[in-house]
Structure formats: C-alpha cells, structure tokens
C-alpha cells in the first residue's frame, strides 16, 4: 500500500458521519470497496482508521504473542477493545459509532490526519492542543527517534 499524506479539516454530522476529504478518497481509490478498521487509539483520544488489508498486517503480529503471558493478554484486550469494522458509502462517507465519537470526544469540527499508513480522525481542538504540545520538544524527539536511523543516502 502507498503511504498516505496529507491533513484535512473536515466535519462531522449529527449521524456521526464523515466525508472523507477528496484528497483522501482519491489515496484510498483502490481500496473504497473494501472494509475499514476503526479503533481507539492508543496513546491518544483519537480514532485510527486502518484499510483493511494493512489491519491484517497488525493481526498477524499481534496473533504472534504468547497468550499465556498475562500481559499479552492484557495488551490484546485493552487493543481491540472498541474495534469496529467500517465501510464507505459511495459519497465516500463513513459512520462512526457513537462509543467511539465518545471515546474521541468528536463534536463537529473533525481533523483526518495520515500517519504513514493509517488515518488518525480527531476532534479539532484536541489535534490542534496535540500538535501544540509535541512540537514543544519535537527537534529533541525526532533527534531520540530518527537521529541513529540516518541513512545518508536520502537526500
């Protein structure tokens, strides 16, 4: 799958609906006829949308865990509680179930954010005070994260 880019404002109705912003569909054009995953996040009160192909992915990781260690268990719990499978409407609308609008806490100002190869849908005001917070130290963070991953072959 390509990787996804791009953040997008968009809104919600009282349905708990979303239109996915064009730019989006158009990313995800081989895929709209296929199911979604829609979860919790997990360090964050936003939903992640997943095609259903890269959710496969994950699974086969998380089905690799050895399920007599309690902690597995706990993990795969906690992980896939709230998950839901979504598909989109052919005006490229998709409906978030209401325990999951409570969990994000979405009222109608919406933002679809990419995170490499998933979506990230948030309220707007708690995307706008999570980017705020995490870009206070983000040169430090992406000095821990990226710095000894460098490959200078990459211009």
Partial sequence: MKYLIGTY????DTKGRIMMPIAIKKQLSS???????????VFNNCLELYPFQEWTLLMEKVNGLNRFNKKN???IRRFTAGVK???MDNS???LIPKNLIRHAQIDKEIVVSSTVNILE???KALYEKAIDEAT???GLLAEEVMGDKYD???S
């Avoid at 404002?9 to 919600?12: D, F, G, L, R």
């Avoid at 895929?31 to 829609?38: P, R, T």
């Fill in 73 to 75: 268990n706990d993990f």
């Fill in 121 to 123: 849908i948030w309220d």
């Fill in 136 to 138: 206070i130290d983000f």
């Fill in 85 to 87: 499978t979504v598909e």
């Fill in 9 to 12: 404002e968009c809104k919600a």
């Fill in 31 to 41: 895929l709209i006829n296929e199911s979604f995953v829609l979860k919790r996040a």
């Fill in 152 to 154: 200078d072959t990459i």
């Fill in 92 to 94: 490229g609308r998709i």
